[in-house]
């Protein structure tokens, strides 16, 4: 464990020495956030309910996606396509370490810097805009909404390093191009546009069954108060389900994976 | 001038070569950039199908808008590609062999690789727009070219700028990218944001003269100062982004090779 721990935090301070570079990339990600909020204010003007939102619960969702696609679908794990594409897995493969415990404590610490930046980030912006937005007063929420939030992240762990599993059978271009592909198919499914539940029903009812839907759709629903306890319930036995079979089907991949890489390039 | 254009019909025509050598991943690479693209139409049509209009904008007004964002997106893209690769060059000291051949540097900095990636979507988005284009009047398709090609020399310069960043800092990947994810601000008209974001995005980093004032000419929302405006902004950027290019190579140090 105490390996893991120093991963971690060689992670963060490799963070803090490259601290402009970190800074100028989540600069980005700010961007975004201020071009989602104005798009829906614009959007909001003279509406006071869109879609079964009002402009509180979307402002809400919208810095909520924020700081949660910080926290949890921000990863470092995606570099793990370029590692086996390059050949520089082994040097991970001869050492005894846990490939998969490896990444996930570099995770975390780019988790915990990018969280801390969004908090900041959202203060300054609260302090400038003054947006009102929806803020859950029951208290009932919030383990709920913690324990989504601690799947989600294993899920979204488990979900990227399958894809960038696909390297040990398509390693050209370093992995990139089906990453490329599929972050913007994700970006889409994972409700970062906007709420999966503004689409038609049926639409929507398909996108909230695939697991993408529980990494932050489904933590902001439980916030936003928008599905009854006994459906929270249920999702939360559907995203246990999804984390543990993307669990399985890592390390299948992984042992398959294995099997089949060459170490090209070294 | 002749030599240019045959320089870059050249480094096109091997560009395409190397994503033809690579088809899987270049299918990729087109797939996301139109999953993109649609993904976000998804999101303006099921929006306005509930809405009807975003501030004074119609559905057909914000699509103009977002297709013009596109356009002028994916053209700086697939002319100046190769200004992604500039940082490489400087860091490993290949930008040398580029000083010692007998043509402008600068040159071959920006258009080392067509971005044939763009190109199905750029078909696309041309597509569209004319079909959405013969509706308007020639007077404000013509002000629409004019302020287009005012953009486009507006995307010039800003890459001029980020290669010449290049030189001095060697950050040019994460300033390109601020630049890309600044100029996504434009998708819909940048009447959305409040006065300081919009009169930084028209002063300061000119992104809503690249892409806001061609669509507005093209519905006929430009006032004549406005055009006035595009048209020495763009000329004096130029000059400018030309000027601070010569002064940064002359502190270019050469330190990795």
Redesign the interface.
């Known amino acids: 464990m105490n390996k893991y721990f120093q991963v971690f935090k060689t992670s963060l301070q490799e963070i803090f020495t490259y601290r402009l570079s970190f800074l100028l990339w989540k600069t980005r990600s700010v961007l975004g956030l201020l071009a989602s909020y104005f798009t829906w204010l614009a959007i909001f003007q003279g509406k006071s309910i869109i879609a079964g939102y009002t402009s509180k619960s979307m402002f809400a969702y919208v810095f909520g996606i924020y700081l949660l696609s910080e926290l949890i679908a921000n990863s470092e794990s995606i570099n793990i396509g370029e590692e086996i594409s390059s050949g520089d897995l082994s040097n991970y493969l001869l050492k005894p370490i846990n490939y998969f415990y490896y990444w996930f404590s570099r995770d975390l610490a780019s988790k915990v810097m990018s969280a801390i930046f969004a908090i900041i980030i959202i203060f300054f912006l609260f302090i400038l805009f003054k947006p009102v937005f929806f803020f859950n007063q029951n208290i009932f929420f919030l383990p709920f909404f913690l324990f989504s939030v601690f799947f989600a992240i294993a899920l979204n762990f488990y979900l990227n390093i399958l894809i960038s599993f696909f390297s040990f059978w398509y390693p050209e271009h370093s992995g990139w191009p089906h990453r490329f592909f599929l972050n913007i198919v994700l970006t889409f499914l994972l409700g970062m546009y906007f709420p999966l539940d503004i689409f038609p029903k049926i639409i929507s009812q398909l996108l909230t069954i695939l697991p993408t839907a529980y990494i932050l759709y489904f933590p902001l629903q439980i916030y936003l108060g928008k599905i009854s306890n006994f459906e929270i319930f249920w999702r939360m036995l559907v995203m246990f389900f999804w984390t543990i079979l993307l669990i399985k089907l890592s390390k299948s991949v992984w042992t398959a994976g294995l099997k089949k890489y060459s170490s090209e390039g070294r | 001038m002749n030599k240019y254009l045959k320089i870059w019909l050249k480094n096109t025509a091997l560009s395409l070569q190397s994503d033809l050598t690579?088809r899987?991943?270049?299918?990729?690479?087109i797939?996301?950039k139109i999953?993109?693209f649609y993904?976000?139409l998804i999101?303006i049509f099921?929006?306005l199908g509930?809405?009807g209009h975003?501030?004074t904008y119609s559905t057909d007004q914000v699509f103009i808008f977002y297709l013009i964002f596109n356009l002028f997106d994916i053209l700086g893209q697939f002319l100046f590609r190769g200004i992604y690769w500039f940082r490489a060059r400087i860091i490993s000291g290949d930008f040398d062999l580029t000083l010692t051949k007998p043509i402008s540097p600068l040159f071959l900095v920006m258009t080392d690789k067509t971005d044939f990636l763009d190109f199905p979507l750029l078909l696309i988005v041309l597509y569209l727009l004319v079909e959405q284009i013969m509706s308007y009047s020639v007077v404000n398709i013509l002000i629409f070219i004019g302020l287009g090609l005012c953009g486009l020399i507006i995307v010039t310069a800003i890459h001029i700028f980020i290669a010449s960043l290049g030189i001095l800092t060697t950050?040019v990947n994460?300033?390109i990218?601020?630049y890309r994810?600044?100029s996504?601000?434009a998708?819909?008209p940048i009447?959305?944001?409040?006065l300081w974001?919009r009169s930084f995005l028209i002063f300061i980093i000119p992104i809503g003269i690249i892409f806001t004032f061609p669509a507005k000419a093209l519905l006929g929302m430009i006032s004549w100062q406005s055009v006035v405006y595009s048209v020495i902004l763009s000329i004096g950027l130029l000059i400018l982004s030309l000027k601070v290019w010569q002064a940064s190579l002359k502190k270019y140090s050469s330190a990795s090779s």
């Open positions: 690579t899987g991943s270049t299918l990729f690479f797939l996301g999953s993109r993904f976000f999101f099921i929006i509930k809405t975003i501030m950050e994460n300033i990218w601020i994810d600044l996504a601000m998708k819909f009447d959305i944001y409040n974001i």
